[in-house]
C-alpha cells in the first residue's frame, strides 16, 4: 500500500516549475491587462499559486482530506497546481471540472502526462457538473466560491453535496473577512474595492458566515484552517514561487508598464485591507446515511 504523502512532499515535486505546460494559451488570453481579471493576470506574469491563503493553507487542507484510494472531483482546477498534489497523493480517480475550455485543455494535458490512475477534465459549471450522484469520496474546490453570488454559493456547495458519498469530504480554500462582527459597511467597502482591482465581483465571508452556509446545505465541519491573504507580499512569493520564480515575476512586471500599473493597483487595494482580509479553508463532511 503506497503511504499518503506529507503535505511538503505533495508540493516538492512544483516548487521550482510552472503546475502546466505554458504552450497552452491561459484563460483571457486575448484580454489586454487593463481588463483582465486578477487571477489570469498573475498567471500571465508566472505567478503559479493564486490562492488566498497561498500554498502553506492548500498544504494544510489537503492534509485534512483523506485522498489516498478516493474518488477525487476539483472544481475550477485553473493552472493545476492542486491537481499535482492531489494526484501525488494516489486517489483512486481523479475528475476536474471547469467551464473553461482552456483550463480544461491544461488540465487534461496534465493528467495525461501525469496520471497512472483514471483521470480526466470535463468543460462543465461547478454547479450542475453532470457527473453521477454519489459518485465521489473527496470533492476540492479553491478561490472560485468567493467570486459567486449568495445563490451562485449555494448551487455549487449543493452539487458538491449530492456528488459526495455518504462519509465524504469536501474541502474549500477561499476569501475570507474578519471579524466574524464587522461591520456590514466595511464589508461592502471592501467587496466593492476588490471588484475594481481585481475585475471580478468578489464576496468574500466570515468564517462564521462561510461555516453557517456549508451547515445550511447539510454539512458537517471537521477542520477550519488560516494564513493571511498575502498574495502579493514578498515573504509569501518567495515561499510559494522560489527565488526563481519570483525574479520571473519581477521581470515581467517591469517589462510591461499596463501590467505594473495593475499589480501596483491590486497590491494596494490587499495592503489597505490586510487587517480585515485572509485566506481560509474548510474541511466538511457529508454525515453517514
Not at 166 to 187: F, M, R
Not at 248 to 255: A, H, P, Q
Request: glycine residues 8%.
Amino acid at each position: 500500500m503506497t503511504t499518503t504523502p506529507q503535505p511538503s512532499q505533495a508540493f516538492q515535486s512544483t516548487a521550482t516549475k510552472p503546475a502546466t505546460n505554458r504552450e497552452l494559451p491561459l484563460p483571457q488570453s486575448d484580454r489586454d491587462p487593463a481588463h483582465l481579471q486578477g487571477h489570469w493576470l498573475l498567471a500571465r506574469i508566472g505567478k503559479h499559486v493564486l490562492r488566498p491563503g497561498g500554498k502553506k493553507l492548500t498544504e494544510r487542507m489537503l492534509a485534512n482530506a483523506d485522498i489516498a484510494g478516493k474518488d477525487v472531483v476539483e472544481f475550477a482546477p485553473g493552472l493545476g497546481l492542486t491537481t499535482r498534489a492531489i494526484l501525488e497523493r494516489d486517489p483512486k480517480s481523479y475528475r476536474g471540472v471547469d467551464r473553461d475550455p482552456q483550463v480544461v485543455d491544461i488540465i487534461s494535458k496534465l493528467t495525461s502526462e501525469k496520471a497512472t490512475i483514471p483521470a480526466s477534465c470535463v468543460q462543465r459549471d461547478a454547479a450542475d457538473t453532470g457527473l453521477e450522484s454519489n459518485s465521489a469520496d473527496v470533492v476540492i474546490g479553491e478561490a472560485m466560491l468567493t467570486m459567486q453570488t449568495e445563490r451562485g454559493k449555494q448551487a455549487i456547495i449543493g452539487e458538491a453535496f449530492r456528488l459526495l458519498r455518504a462519509g465524504g469530504t469536501y474541502s474549500i480554500h477561499e476569501l475570507g473577512l474578519q471579524p466574524d462582527n464587522l461591520d456590514e459597511s466595511v464589508k461592502d467597502e471592501v467587496r466593492k474595492a476588490l471588484a475594481r482591482s481585481i475585475k471580478v465581483n468578489a464576496r468574500p465571508l466570515t468564517e462564521q458566515e462561510w461555516r453557517e452556509l456549508l451547515e445550511a446545505e447539510g454539512f458537517e465541519v471537521l477542520w477550519r484552517g488560516k494564513e493571511p491573504m498575502a498574495l502579493l507580499d514578498m515573504k509569501r512569493n518567495i515561499a510559494d514561487e522560489g527565488i526563481g520564480g519570483v525574479l520571473r515575476i519581477l521581470r515581467n512586471v517591469l517589462g510591461n508598464k499596463d501590467i505594473r500599473a495593475r499589480v501596483l493597483n491590486m497590491k494596494h487595494t490587499f495592503d489597505k485591507y490586510s487587517n480585515e482580509l485572509t485566506g481560509i479553508a474548510f474541511v466538511v463532511r457529508k454525515p453517514e446515511a
